[in-house]
């Protein structure tokens, strides 16, 4: 409690200095010593800190090692150890064959060892421990928790609502499966989300947004926001390989509500 005071102190100092500079503080501050701080303010989702510390205990997948993850009224803060290397989004064009290969293949094997947690609440989509998730692709708030996949392909045809007719709205609901396996999984598996020493991955960061979605969830948002432009078709076709199974007919179907939804903001 004494180390949330103290950091909910620095956080707000911080705020003040950079409301007086005109901009605005990053959420995520690099701290002496090593330290990363992440600052986080929803508090209905699950707490970063201790979904880094699942997969840290239960996966062999690199990720960053937690020092504190704890709350502060309105606020979360996690506080890392900092991952020395390269961001994959600023160095996947630079990497040769070899290189990209051996980073596609540890994915694969994370993406796996992700598949192979069992959930703990059935056939129901939501975050570690039953809570609400947070997903880009559907909304800026927190979304669920939701029974099943067919309650959370209903919430995604409501966030469509407003972009699309009754007509167009209805038929991709029809074309959409009820019936994946709820897996556990990233939910952001994006080169700007994972650091490398050339082929070598030393920590896939940004836990945020995962949770137990169905199965064909991770390659759609793998697919949803991939790299910053210009688009990069070989990192399209990695995400092909290191996410196991044919999922394209899924994701085709979600792009028709995506697509006009991007397009309207």
């Known amino acids: 409690m004494l180390l949330a005071a103290v950091l909910n102190i620095y956080v707000d100092a911080l705020e003040w200095y950079y409301y007086w500079k005109g901009t605005l503080a990053s959420s995520v501050q690099f701290l002496p010593f090593g330290l990363v701080l992440k600052i986080q303010s929803e508090l209905t989702i699950a707490h970063e800190g201790h979904i880094i510390n699942f997969i840290r205990k239960h996966t062999s997948i690199p990720v960053p090692r937690v020092i504190a993850a704890t709350a ?5 803060f996690v506080l890392m150890k900092r991952v020395h290397g390269d961001n994959l989004q600023a160095v996947w064009r630079h990497l040769d064959t070899e290189q990209r290969a051996n980073i596609v293949e540890q994915l694969r094997s994370f993406v796996l060892q992700l598949r192979a947690l069992k959930s703990p609440h059935g056939q129901a989509v939501c975050g570690l421990n039953g809570a609400a998730t947070l997903d880009s692709r559907v909304s800026s708030h927190p979304i669920g928790p939701f029974a099943n996949e067919g309650a959370f392909n209903d919430r995604l045809i409501d966030a469509a ?16 499966r009820d019936d994946h396996r709820i897996v556990f999984t990233h939910a952001d598996l994006a080169p700007r989300n994972i650091l490398v020493r050339g082929g070598t991955i030393v920590a896939v960061i940004d836990w945020e947004e995962s949770g137990w979605y169905p199965e ?3 390659f759609v948002r793998a697919m949803y926001f991939p790299m910053a432009h210009p688009r990069d078709e070989a990192w399209m076709r990695a995400i092909r390989d290191f996410i196991p199974g044919d999922y394209e007919k899924d994701w085709l179907v979600d792009r028709e509500l995506s697509d006009r939804m991007v397009g309207a903001f």
């Open 216 to 218: 064909h969830w991770e």
């Open 161 to 176: 609502e407003p972009y699309s007719c009754e007509e167009i709205l209805a038929d991709v609901r029809s074309r959409m």
């Open 72 to 76: 502060w009224y309105d606020r979360r």
